[in-house]
């Protein structure tokens, strides 16, 4: 089975650039989670799908950040204008409807705004 | 305030030796997680502890959970040097999803 892929592994852009991140969940999994790690701080919850609806998203910084899930399959997560405080690993998750508290991690994107 | 705080920060041990690493959060919960990050990689899913058990076995991996003193531990059995990455503990607050992390424990097992 495959795991939870991210899209892509890494990306540089100037700050003001638009940049979009993919997450491909779990096949089965209706819930779907973006974290991310900014530099030397914790990793921190960003928001939670469940299928396409927005379930819980107390964690987005600010409204430069969109989070969708269209069909409720596979997310994005863009930012626009980036900033540079936006650099850091954005983790995406995904857990199955009966066990949704154990959740499985993508290997993140890392993102650098220069 | 941070929930899950991982200690110690770093720990570096040889291989062979058994290796703990503790945890502490502070709100009511109703799971407790422990997962690990290899450099550069994901976060793999280790062990979940449910907030009415004590301690759960899986392979080399021991975890104990005290809600009256809200903390937990990860003991590692037998270390290998594959077991070098950094590990955090996560928790659910009662009622939501979403997990909060510590800051997590540089684990190096030296060959």
């Known amino acids: 089975e495959a795991g939870v892929t991210q899209f892509p592994s890494h990306s540089v852009i100037e700050k003001g650039q638009t940049v979009t991140l993919r997450c491909d969940p779990i096949?089965?999994?209706?819930?779907l989670y973006w974290y991310r790690r900014v530099m030397g701080k914790e990793i921190k919850f960003l928001l939670h799908?469940?299928?396409?609806?927005?379930?819980?998203e107390s964690g987005m910084p600010n409204n430069r950040f969109l989070a969708e899930r269209t069909g409720g399959t596979y997310s994005t997560l863009k930012v626009q204008p980036a900033e540079l405080e936006d650099s850091g690993v954005y983790f995406c998750a995904s857990s199955h409807p009966g066990s949704p508290y154990e959740q499985y991690f993508g290997p993140g994107t890392r993102l650098t705004v220069t | 305030s941070q929930q899950g705080e991982e200690d110690p920060q770093a720990l570096s041990i040889q291989e062979g030796e058994n290796a703990t690493m503790n945890c502490s959060y502070k709100?009511?919960?109703?799971?407790l997680q422990w997962y690990r990050q290899n450099s550069g990689r994901g976060l793999v899913h280790l062990i979940l502890i449910r907030s009415n058990e004590r301690e759960k076995h899986s392979g080399r991996l021991r975890v104990t959970l005290d809600t009256s003193k809200k903390s937990s531990s990860l003991l590692i059995t037998a270390s290998r040097a594959a077991d070098t990455a950094s590990y955090f503990c996560a928790t659910n607050d009662q009622g939501a999803q979403k997990l909060v992390f510590g800051q997590g424990t540089r684990l190096t097992i030296n060959p």
């Open positions: 096949s089965g999994h209706d819930n």
């Open positions: 799908f469940v299928k396409e609806s927005k379930q819980d």
């Open positions: 709100t009511s919960i109703n799971n």
